[in-house]
């Protein structure tokens, strides 16, 4: 699973049969997403992983928004 966001990672941690990769960047303090610049998840995209993402808001079109344009670039990388 690979998250770019610290409390889903703190919640799945104690799962031992869950791999959990977390997306590099900068922790945002009021709600934990990571975002900014990234490391690379090119080394995690051949693995079979289930990305968990977030979203602020969604379009009447299924369109997935978000407030933070940051947590939108990560989330394309991830997913």
């Not at 922790?27 to 995209?45: A, N």
Request: without cysteine; charged residues 20%.
């Amino acid at each position: 699973m690979i998250t770019n966001n610290i409390n889903v990672a703190n919640i799945l941690q104690g799962y031992e049969q869950i791999e959990i990769i977390v997306a590099g960047g900068v922790v945002r303090h009021q709600d934990g997403g990571v975002v900014g610049r990234r490391r690379s998840t090119s080394s995690v995209s051949s693995r079979s992983t289930t990305p968990v993402i977030g979203t602020s808001a969604i379009d009447e079109d299924g369109t997935l928004l978000d407030f933070d344009y940051r947590e939108v670039k990560v989330a394309q990388a991830i997913a």
